[in-house]
T-cell receptor, first 112, second 117 residues
């Protein structure tokens, strides 16, 4: 069972780049790393997924070192609306409870 | 494209009563998930369906919780009898099976907030 460790909370300011790191020392060969965002009173929303090196989409970038024991979600030029909880998940395509463990997430607070 | 629908949005019951939640996934999504999210914690998977078959229900308290997905579309989650510790938000999600490499992207509904008094 791959487990993840994230900081409980972070804060930053509008316009800054925010990097949230997730540790997953027991990641398996077939596991992918996925990040979700959750606003209050809403369900989580997919942000980005990757297996190795770097992945970028219109919202964020995901950096994964060669050993894959950690990953960093990078949010460029954050705004107040990026205040949310961010979850890192590690799992393979089989799904199930092993790969769908959300943990407590990182509470990101963006200030003006 | 319509998202995942859930009802009711809120429910208040007394302990030992029964309650049922309904979920309508995104059209064409074969996989459906039910999660329990207790205040201050991340979502916890209760059960995962693929079409109308169960993929994983290892974290479903089967003495009081049950779920079904008839015809592989809508799903209901039932609690009978409810306990105080069941107070939580119950989230439903759906995904397309094998849409690409890696794990399937889950699309979540707004959830049902259950309060057990």
């Amino acid at each position: 069972l791959a487990k993840t460790t994230q900081p409980i909370s972070m804060d930053s300011y509008e316009g800054q780049e925010v990097n949230i790191t997730c540790s997953h020392n027991n990641i398996a060969t077939n596991d992918y790393i996925t990040w979700y965002q959750q606003f209050p009173s809403q369900g989580p929303r997919f942000i980005i997924q990757g297996y190795k090196t770097k992945v970028t989409n219109e919202v964020a970038s995901l950096f994964i070192p060669a050993d894959r024991k950690s990953s960093t979600l990078s949010l460029p030029r954050v705004s107040l609306s990026d205040t949310a909880v961010y979850y890192c998940l590690v799992g393979d395509s089989g799904g199930g409870a092993d790969g769908l463990t959300f943990g407590k997430g990182t509470h990101l607070i963006i200030q003006p | 494209e319509a998202g995942v629908a859930q009802s009711p949005r809120y429910k208040i019951i007394e302990k030992r009563q029964s309650v049922a939640f309904w979920c309508n996934p995104i059209s064409g999504h074969a996989t459906l998930y039910w999660y329990q999210q207790i205040l201050g914690q991340g979502p916890k998977l209760l059960i995962q369906f693929q079409n109308n078959g169960v993929v994983d229900d290892s974290q479903l308290p089967k003495d009081r919780f049950s779920a079904e997905r008839l015809k592989g579309v809508d799903s209901t989650l039932k609690i009978q009898p409810a306990k105080l510790e069941d107070s939580a938000v119950y989230l439903c999600a759906s995904s397309v099976e094998g849409a690409g490499e890696g794990t399937d992207t889950q699309y979540f509904g707004p959830g049902t907030r259950l309060t057990v008094l």
